[in-house]
């Protein structure tokens, strides 16, 4: 069994946090020149039953984020979740507190083979729970994290936070928040920027939790 299908095995048999009692998981797609990790907290339903997550319909803001900041091409991207299944129990969602300790335990447990698996040259962390959980040292406000470019493992792995894309989908590409983001992921990523148009994301934040 290769190290991918390990991991894939491992995580569709969690039973670290009471999240594995659905069996409702979400296992990653391994690409072959992925380069870049994005990381967020967890998948929705759907696209733990989809298996791919850039083919949900939800992903087209990140899409876009990303085509307008460095161009279409998403082959170097590996998309992952801290928590690896749907974060309900019994259709009820759990306390923050309780979500942010169970992600802590499976980003301990999975996230790190991840990264191993591919040697990734950047990662980046969508919004500020994955990103102290990520990287408790720092004991930084939001605001400064977001500023910063920090060298992680011992790869030296560059990684660098950014706003969640459902809060630039509530302000819209062309807001101020979104041409930040823009421009923060134009430098990170490279490639050709260019201008959103003025049109308003339609509501589908099904795709992040």
């Not at 801290?82 to 129990?89: E, G, N, S």
């Not at 490639?191 to 308003?200: E, F, H, L, R, W």
């Amino acid at each position: 069994m290769s190290v991918e299908d390990q991991l894939r095995f491992d995580i569709n048999r969690c039973s670290f946090c009471p999240l594995g009692a659905n069996r409702i998981f979400y296992a990653p797609i391994f690409q072959a020149h992925s380069d870049t990790l994005l990381v967020f907290e967890a998948p929705s339903l759907s696209v733990c039953e989809n298996k791919n997550p850039w083919k949900h319909p939800s992903a087209v803001i990140l899409n876009r984020l990303i085509s307008h900041a460095s161009g279409t091409d998403l082959s170097r991207f590996h998309l992952t979740f801290l928590l690896k299944c749907w974060p309900q129990i019994d259709g009820s969602t759990p306390p923050t507190r309780h979500r942010k300790a169970w992600a802590q335990e499976c980003a301990q447990h999975y996230l790190q083979r991840e990264i191993e698996v591919s040697d990734f040259k950047q990662i980046l962390l969508f919004g500020e729970l994955v990103s102290k959980i990520c990287l408790p040292e720092l004991e930084e406000d939001w605001e400064s994290l977001k500023m910063k470019s920090i060298h992680w493992g011992k790869n030296e792995t560059q990684v660098h936070c950014l706003e969640h894309p459902k809060m630039v989908q509530k302000q819209g590409l062309n807001s101020e928040l979104g041409r930040q983001t823009l421009t923060q992921l134009h430098q990170i990523l490279g490639g050709k920027m260019t201008k959103p148009d003025d049109n308003m994301e339609l509501n589908l934040f099904d795709f992040f939790e």
